[in-house]
């Protein structure tokens, strides 16, 4: 019998009693995820479920009618579980859960929620934090832990197939919802992203407003084999980071949100603790890497529930390297034949 999402924690689990807590909150994530993914492929729902709600909490995001109720059927599922305070995107403050019980959860409760009406890829984003000593669970200080803290984290991905990715600390495990069960079945309990990918993913029409530096590393991986890098690339922009997360889990690769001049989004647009964080986790527990650009996001620590941060990860060397373009002690390599060879910058 293939192994389940159920087995997979239970063994986790243990009798140990704070990592029976984390397997009862992932569980009950799981199964609202599976309720959401039917909802998704519910065809004639679409149009109702991509209904714009107004403006999310800092008034830039549009908040969809599926945003809601996702949202909604994350809480509710988390009633039934030791989970002290609820935090997400969708609301501005965390809520309490159930008093006295020892963890936290933040939630991205639908990511891409710009590709609801056209149909694509969209997903859910979870993080499991500890209440920490001495702060009151339902504040947003309490959600204020750096990411190397998360107990648990992962995502859900409503595709063609549903997707859980996760990671409790013991690598990163991938599993596929089979619909008939509405179970998550095992697929591999330790993915490996390769070191390297020919493979990035940016947003490109905002070029004009990156760093010169960022700038430079894209544009060095756009001259393909007759540039610095000496290799042909390919490029993907699916505008649902979740979607491009479990692509680059499948076959490695970079995403890179980083931080432009347009206002709001001077600290990139993906949010620190439901969105980096998690991803983070994941790709550090699969040998990648994930950093705002010179600093792993995990090492961070959250000023504001819904605060920004440029993101990039994914393969390891790819990610590394974007850093060196940042961070290269002088002026950034004029742009001319001379300086085929960026030194530091490629290195
Ligand atoms: O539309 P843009 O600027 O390319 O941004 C796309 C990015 O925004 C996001 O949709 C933000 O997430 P939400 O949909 O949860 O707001 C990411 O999933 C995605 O990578
Ligand atoms: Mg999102
Ligand atoms: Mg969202």
Do not use: C
Not at 111 to 125: M, Y
Not at 126 to 149: M, N
Not at 225 to 236: I, S, V
Not at 339 to 344: H, I, N
């Amino acid at each position: 019998m293939a192994d389940t999402l159920d087995g997979y924690l239970a063994r986790w689990a243990g009798t140990d009693p704070t990592r029976d807590a984390v397997r009862k909150v992932l569980v009950a994530i799981a199964g609202a995820t599976a309720t959401i993914s039917a909802i998704v492929a519910d065809g004639p729902l679409a149009g109702e479920l991509s209904a714009t709600l107004g403006k999310g909490a800092d008034g830039y995001d549009e908040q969809k009618e599926l945003d809601v109720r996702a949202d909604a059927l994350l809480f509710e599922a988390l009633k039934g579980a030791p989970v002290a305070a609820y935090a997400s995107e969708e609301a501005e403050l965390p809520v309490a859960v159930n008093a006295g019980a020892p963890l936290l959860v933040a939630v991205d409760p639908l990511d891409g929620s710009s590709n609801i009406d056209t149909d694509v890829t969209i997903g859910t984003i979870f993080s499991v934090l500890p209440v920490p000593d001495d702060i009151d669970p339902v504040s947003e200080a309490a959600f204020f832990q750096k990411g190397r803290d998360q107990l648990a984290a992962g995502y859900t991905v409503y595709g063609p197939h549903t997707a859980l990715v996760l990671s409790v600390g013991e690598g990163t495990a991938h599993f596929v919802l089979d619909r008939t069960s509405g179970t998550y079945r095992l697929i591999s309990e330790r993915v490996t992203i390769p070191a390297s990918a020919k493979e990035f993913a940016i947003n490109m029409s905002n070029h004009r407003h990156w760093d010169d530096r960022l700038r430079l590393y894209i544009d060095d991986l756009l001259q393909g084999k007759d540039g610095p890098r000496e290799a042909d690339y390919n490029m993907r922009w699916i505008a649902s980071m979740v979607a491009e997360a479990h692509r680059i889990i499948i076959r490695g690769g970079i995403y890179l949100y980083p931080a432009d001049t347009r206002a709001g989004y001077t600290q990139g647009r993906l949010r620190l603790i439901y969105e980096a964080f998690p991803i983070a986790l994941l790709m550090e527990q699969s040998g990648a890497a994930a950093t705002d650009g010179r600093t792993p996001i995990l090492d961070l620590v959250p000023e504001k529930l819904h605060q920004r941060v440029p993101l990039i990860f994914g393969s390891r060397e790819k990610v590394e390297r974007v850093s060196n373009y940042l961070t290269a002690p002088g002026e950034i390599a004029e742009r001319s034949p001379l300086f085929s060879k960026r030194g530091l910058l490629t290195a």
